[in-house]
């Protein structure tokens, strides 16, 4: 496979980045670098389609990591056109850096080589470091100062964690140890090792906003303008949690007990934290942070179950991968589709009050940003419904029957704070401005059609059980 082949998303992303930095330098126009990223976004989405099938460079093309990749690309799509109106002051940066971002996705997405995801894992965090800084006001500052020091302490974790697994396995590389050729350095009983297993337990945990690393994530989704938070909340914890899959359930797959514990645990308390803490809350934004942090939880329940079962039992491997599979799909339209909906409200601080009455006054985006949150509870003839019901049906078969009771009472609990969402949308009286913006409004009802098709698209969840193997590089 040669060098170009495999690197076809990256290099058009890479030329893309810098035309469309090269046209901010004559044009200042959102509209413009809005249109020019939607397209090299779209064209990225397919070019990623036609790399051939191969492994070399420290890059492995499978269906897999193209499935990932194409997901993580369409994160990115999915806020390229609702940004362009809230980024006034230099829209080039703004959308070179959207760009650039999607490289490293696509990368971390392609790679079973620690180094080579740290580098791009990083390089996508200094991305969003820069777009969650847009708005210029003082909470948009705020929340990216505490997003860029908890990213910088999770980084440090990282490094630690990828030094420390190299001293037990001598090797950076996760598909060596799968195949054996390091067995005779790999030992679950070094104390390194164990290191190694917590250090990026915490690190990517703050990534992936899972308890107790997650009280950025609250404030960030909060504090920055509602595209960038959708993207956060979408891309950058998908991106996370493909690297998650790879690592603990590749790279530790002869360590599975510790793992199965430690995520399993987390995993409980994640969801049940998350939940009963967004019952209180009376801010809409921080109430969809700690739907973030909950759904976290939910998703890692796809390591509870490989590690419990071992990758040897091939079935309930592959139904709680493709679960997980499926889940982050429908995770980037019903998460981001609900940020973007915040748009609606010419708001910074939006609480119930905000959004009352929005139902009488464009009763087609409420009843989509409705959908939205029904399909975030799991409500069925949602996407979100399918998601938790092979989720929840792949942790039953592992016959963690347990897990799946405590996860179904997590999910009923999200129910209220959903409902009450609904009952401000369409049974009060409006009290604020809401915005006229055809662009939004689309993105709204857009993302609730796709999340309703992926509802009764059932027949993609047999498709991903078949690739669901390739996590093994």
């Known amino acids: 496979m040669s060098l170009i082949s495999i690197f076809i998303p990256e290099i058009l992303l890479v030329i893309m980045g810098f035309i469309v930095l090269a046209v901010g330098m004559f044009i200042q126009s959102g509209k413009a670098s809005a249109a020019i990223s939607f397209i090299t976004l779209i064209a990225a989405l397919l070019s990623v389609f ?8 420290g890059i492995t093309v499978n269906k897999f990591s193209v499935y990932f990749s194409a997901v993580l690309i369409i994160s990115a799509l999915f806020i390229s056109l609702p940004m362009y109106r ?11 850096s959207l760009i650039f971002s999607v490289i490293g996705m696509v990368i971390v997405a392609m790679t079973w080589n620690l180094v080579i995801a740290f580098v791009a894992f990083e390089s996508v965090s200094i991305m969003t470091y820069i777009m969650s800084a847009y708005g210029g006001k003082q909470r948009n500052l705020e929340a990216t100062i505490k997003y860029f ?3 910088t302490i999770a980084t440090t974790f990282i490094i630690l964690g990828i030094g420390f697994y190299f001293f037990s396995v001598h090797t950076f590389s996760l598909s060596p140890v799968l195949n054996g050729s390091s067995i005779s ?3 679950g009983t070094k104390p390194e090792f164990l290191l190694a297993l917590l250090f990026l337990l915490i690190g990517f945990g703050f990534k992936l906003a899972i308890f107790p690393m997650h009280q950025w994530a609250i404030d960030a989704y909060d504090g920055t303008e509602n595209g960038v938070s959708a993207y956060l909340s979408t891309g950058t914890k998908i991106m996370a949690f493909v690297l998650v899959l790879k690592i603990f359930l590749v790279g530790f ?12 645990i987390i995993a409980i308390i994640t969801m049940t934290y998350a939940n009963v803490a967004a019952l209180s809350q009376m801010n809409v934004k921080r109430l969809l942070a700690y739907s973030s942090v909950a759904q976290a939880g939910y998703m ?3 390591i509870s179950v490989v590690s419990y079962v071992g990758l040897g039992s091939a079935r309930s491997v592959s139904l709680a991968i493709a679960a997980g599979m499926f889940y982050a799909l429908v995770y980037v339209f019903m998460k981001g589709g609900s940020f973007i909906a915040m748009n609606m409200v010419k708001e910074d601080n939006i609480t119930f009050e905000n959004i009352s009455g929005l139902g009488k006054k464009s009763p087609y985006v409420a009843a989509s940003f409705s959908i939205l949150l029904l399909s975030l509870a799991g409500i069925p003839l949602t996407g979100g419904f399918l998601a938790k019901y092979f989720l929840f049906l792949s942790v039953i078969d592992s016959g963690l029957w347990w897990l799946a009771i405590i996860a179904i009472i997590n999910s009923a609990i999200s129910v209220f704070y959903y409902m009450k969402v609904m009952r401000y949308l369409f049974w009060e009286e409006p009290k604020g401005e809401f915005s006229t913006d055809m662009g939004n409004k689309a993105a709204v009802i857009v993302s609730a059609a796709i999340v309703v098709f992926l509802g009764v698209f059932y027949v993609l969840f047999p498709v991903l059980v078949g690739i669901s193997s390739q996590i093994v590089g």
């Open 86 to 96: 809230y980024v006034k002051k230099r829209p080039e940066v703004f959308y070179a």
């Open 253 to 264: 797959q002869s360590f599975p007990t510790p793992v199965y514990y430690m995520f399993t």
């Open 300 to 302: 890692i329940l796809v």
């Open 149 to 151: 020091f908890t990213g």
């Open 50 to 57: 036609f790399i051939p099938y191969d492994s070399s460079y």
């Open 185 to 187: 350095y790999y030992s």
